[in-house]
């Protein structure tokens, strides 16, 4: 079955960064996009940007463009999404979503990491 | 970008009663293959949001048949034909014809 499992809660000051990751097992790693959502307390979800696993090319939001970078490891089935320049209001949870054969959005999704931005 | 409004944005349901989601969108979400590239997501207290319904109306695997979607164009409804205690959580709908994908601000439902 698909899974993804993602890294640990991460605190981090105000203007650090932080480096997420997200290793899918279950299915072909390099045949689906990839996508990057957060959900912030006591709001929505926000699509963050998506990586192609097997091209390694990448859409991102405008609100995020120059802060973040999406990866992966192709040897490991593994995306990172990294977030510079961290600001109180990027205190979240992140998760990663991987599309399927019938699914071109988000279908199957990792268990989320808590990132907490504070001084 | 593409803007998802849904309402209500909170419901209380009696067990065994139905429930109905309204979701619109600022543009169009019917493409030019036909699918309509809209969904529904629950998350529920503590875990990761779960896919119900893609492309308008077609079930997700293993998800009850007590789901339905339908709708077109710019409006949607997600329905619950009789609503159980483990239904309870936010309900969202998300578009995904155009970057950035988008959500609607999300329903609660709770049961009564």
């Known amino acids: 079955q698909v899974q993804l499992v993602q890294s640990g809660a991460e605190v981090k000051k105000p203007g650090a960064s932080v480096k997420v990751s997200c290793k899918a097992s279950?299915?072909?790693?390099?045949?689906?996009?990839m996508h990057w959502v957060r959900q912030a307390p006591g709001q929505g979800p926000e699509w963050m940007g998506r990586?192609?696993?097997?091209?390694?090319?990448?859409r991102y939001a405008q609100k995020f463009q120059g802060r973040v970078t999406m990866t992966r490891d192709t040897s490991t089935s593994t995306v990172y999404m990294e977030l510079s320049s961290l600001r109180s209001e990027d205190t979240a949870v992140y998760f990663c979503?991987?599309?399927?054969?019938?699914?071109?959005?988000?279908?199957?999704w990792g268990q989320g990491t808590l990132v907490t931005v504070s001084s | 970008d593409i803007v998802m409004t849904q309402t209500p944005l909170s419901l209380s349901v009696t067990p065994g009663q139905p429930a109905s989601i309204s979701c619109k969108s600022s543009?169009?979400?019917?493409?030019?293959?036909?699918?309509?590239?809209l969904y529904w997501y629950l998350h529920k207290p503590g875990q990761s949001p779960q896919l119900l319904i893609y492309?308008?109306?077609k079930r997700f695997s293993g998800v009850p048949d007590r789901f339905s979607g339908s709708g077109s164009g710019t409006d949607f409804t997600l329905k619950i034909s009789r609503v159980e205690a483990e239904d309870v959580g936010v309900y969202y709908c998300?578009?995904?014809?155009?970057?950035?994908?988008?959500f609607g601000q999300g329903t609660k439902l709770e049961i009564k």
């Open positions: 979503a991987t599309e399927n054969a019938w699914v071109a959005a988000a279908a199957y």
């Open positions: 990586i192609n696993p097997s091209a390694g090319s990448t």
């Open positions: 279950g299915y072909s790693f390099t045949s689906y996009h």
């Open positions: 998300m578009q995904s014809i155009q970057l950035p994908l988008s």
């Open positions: 543009q169009s979400l019917l493409h030019t293959d036909g699918q309509t590239y």
């Open positions: 492309e308008l109306s």
